[in-house]
């Protein structure tokens, strides 16, 4: 499939991710001339002589940056300090060394974190700037805002070709199920699927159920940023999404139904529901490159269900023994940070 990235060396920082793993696949399909994707155990992005040395030895001409450190609502709590430095320091030394290396395009992933805690319902991209975000994402919300300021510093002053994607709460096969770090769907997935199977009466959610997400499927996230990529190249930020807003109550009990659980479920008001309400207006997306999610939500969860269900026992393995200290997912997704 002949496209605009066809032949280009394309650089996808957290490419071994949940979201890059799926660009990646995609990617391949534009028939690019290299697919650089550098591993964090080699290449620590925190690091500025790592990013100069990857750069220098790769000289990609495409960079894609999803490295992140993320995790859902009890890790951004745990972790403020870190997520603030890791995410800042990742996404300072990416941009500039781009800026240095003469890159053709930088794609850059925020998260609707960094919007306000009472920005106007469904969020447009002007609101971002309009206060401050939800206390508990806060730190994270704020250095992925604070990473685009920087990108639309360096268009004005170096002609840098630069654009932000602010994706919904992304779910899909592949996410993060560990009981520690995962968002909102795997951890009522994974739930679920262990009440089933220990016969219990009942399983304990966060939180009061009233708060509202916005919801995108994986593979559609890293379709609308390889059309992101081709076909937008303005300054502003641009919102991906599905548009359609749902409360956590009515997500659990589209989970519970769908993993076959006759348990109750129990809200526990002492867990932080986070940002009231989230749902994005997708309008800019549609309009500036012909973006528009295609994956229904309830055929998205049963996909991922499925998916998980599959692979129970690395899974389990996976997230057993992980510290509250230590909760973070580090190159994973960047957009779907919080809950």
């Known amino acids: 499939m002949v496209t605009r990235l066809s032949g280009r060396r394309i650089l996808v920082t957290g490419g071994c991710g949940f979201l890059g793993s799926a660009l990646v696949r995609l990617l391949a399909a534009c028939e690019p001339a290299e697919i650089i994707v550098p591993r964090s155990r080699t290449t620590d992005l925190r690091r ?7 750069f220098g030895t790769t000289r990609p001409e495409i960079v894609f940056h999803l490295a992140a450190s993320v995790g859902g609502i009890g890790a951004n709590a745990a972790n403020p300090g870190r997520f603030f430095y890791d995410n800042m320091a990742m996404g300072l030394h990416t941009i500039e060394h781009a800026h240095r ?15 306000p805690k009472r920005a106007p319902i469904p969020f447009r991209e002007e609101s971002l700037w309009d206060g ?12 992925k805002r604070a990473l685009i300021t920087m990108l639309q510093a360096y268009r004005a002053q170096y002609g840098l070709n ?4 602010v994706p919904a709460n992304l779910y899909g096969p592949g996410d993060n199920f560990d009981p520690e770090t995962s968002h909102v769907i795997p951890a009522l997935i994974r739930k679920f699927v262990e009440a089933r199977e220990q016969r219990r009466d ?16 994986v593979e559609d996230a ?26 956590i109550g009515d997500v659990a009990a589209l989970i519970r139904r769908l993993v076959g659980f006759r348990g109750e479920i129990r809200w526990d008001p002492s867990r932080p529901d986070g940002q009231p309400r989230r749902q994005l207006n997708t309008s800019r997306a549609r309009e500036a490159f012909g973006f528009v999610a295609r994956t229904p939500l309830e055929p998205g969860l049963r996909a991922t269900i499925d998916w998980y269900v599959a692979g129970i026992p690395s ?16 190159e994973q997704q960047s957009g779907h940070g919080g809950r």
């Open 48 to 54: 500025e002589a790592d990013v100069a040395a990857l």
């Open 101 to 115: 290396a003469g890159v053709d395009k930088l794609i850059l992933v925020g998260t609707t974190c960094s919007y």
């Open 132 to 143: 401050y975000p939800e206390e508990t994402n806060a730190p994270y919300g704020v250095a």
């Open 162 to 165: 630069a654009i932000a994607l």
């Open 202 to 217: 009942h399983i304990v959610a966060w939180g009061t159920g009233r708060a509202t997400r916005e919801f995108l499927y």
């Open 222 to 247: 890293a379709e609308g940023l390889i059309l992101a990529a081709q076909y937008y190249d303005g300054g502003d930020p641009v919102n991906l999404g599905s548009g359609a807003e749902i409360s």
């Open 315 to 330: 899974q389990r393995r996976e997230g057993e023994g992980v510290p509250a200290a230590s909760a973070v997912v580090l």
